[in-house]
């Protein structure tokens, strides 16, 4: 049973409300660069934050980028875990650093070297390789990433019309949801779109079968994954929908 959200006071008690960028606060765009969140999203994130303890967006994006629109009272999570700003404290994991230089020259050989028409998007430690003004590239950019990445051990994880490039450290948007909910007691909420988010949910699993009230939360649109919509407690009508979510979340 997922927490219920006709009760606001057990989340205002204690609770943890942390939500995705890309698709869930923000609309996806044919460049990446040119994302920003929603009307409104940015109040509402902030009103909620003036009420819960703890309010989080958690991402695959740098902080540097999520900061252009997001900063305190907001916890900040980037790069799945690799950075984050709490409490206005920025905590760095501490072998993400040692990646950036081979990060950097996988980068630059996408750009060399990968299909014609990839978009490439160097995070620091991570890389996006996109390929959504081209979806018949699918095939050849996932080949090209897997080709890439295994000399250096670096992972490949699909992602919304693109693959993403990580170094090899367990950290996923499940491991920092964990983090962050370990000093909540209230009910746990994460809303988030894709195949990422998927760690997340099964970190709300984990947490309801210790006990935990949690609401799964999926942002519906035609590239929602299957699992994450079968799973989903409750599905939101797009980036407008996660909007009156937050909004209407303690009334």
């Not at 995705?20 to 009103?47: Q, Y």
């Not at 090209?144 to 994880?157: C, S, T």
Request: aromatic letters at 4%.
């Amino acid at each position: 049973m997922g927490a219920d959200l006709r009760d606001p006071e057990a989340w205002l008690a204690d609770g943890l409300v942390a939500v995705d960028f890309d698709g869930t606060l923000s609309p996806i765009v044919d460049d990446p660069d040119a994302a920003e969140p929603a009307e409104g999203a940015v109040e509402a994130l902030l009103r909620l934050a003036d009420r819960l303890p703890e309010v989080a967006v958690i991402s695959g994006r740098p902080l540097s980028y999520l900061s252009r629109y997001l900063g305190p009272p907001l916890t900040l999570v980037g790069l799945y875990g690799l950075e984050t700003i709490r409490h206005g404290v920025r905590d760095d994991h501490p072998s993400a650093g040692v990646w950036r230089e081979t990060m950097a020259d996988v980068a630059s050989g996408a750009e060399h070297h990968g299909p014609a028409g990839m978009h490439v998007e160097l995070k620091g430690t991570s890389i996006t390789l996109h390929y959504r003004q081209h979806p018949e590239l699918a095939g050849e950019v996932e080949a090209w990433a897997r080709q890439a990445a295994a000399p250096a051990g670096i992972r490949v994880r699909p992602a919304r019309m693109s693959v993403e490039l990580h170094p090899p450290i367990d950290e996923d948007k499940g491991s920092a949801l964990r983090r962050l909910a370990a000093d909540h007691s209230g009910p746990v909420l994460f809303m988030g779109d894709d195949v990422g988010d998927l760690a997340a949910f099964d970190q709300l699993d984990e947490l309801e079968a210790a006990g935990r009230k949690v609401l799964r939360v999926g942002v519906d649109s035609p590239e929602m994954p299957a699992e994450l919509r079968e799973r989903a407690d409750l599905v939101v009508d797009g980036t407008a929908g996660a909007v009156r979510l937050l909004r209407e979340l303690v009334g």
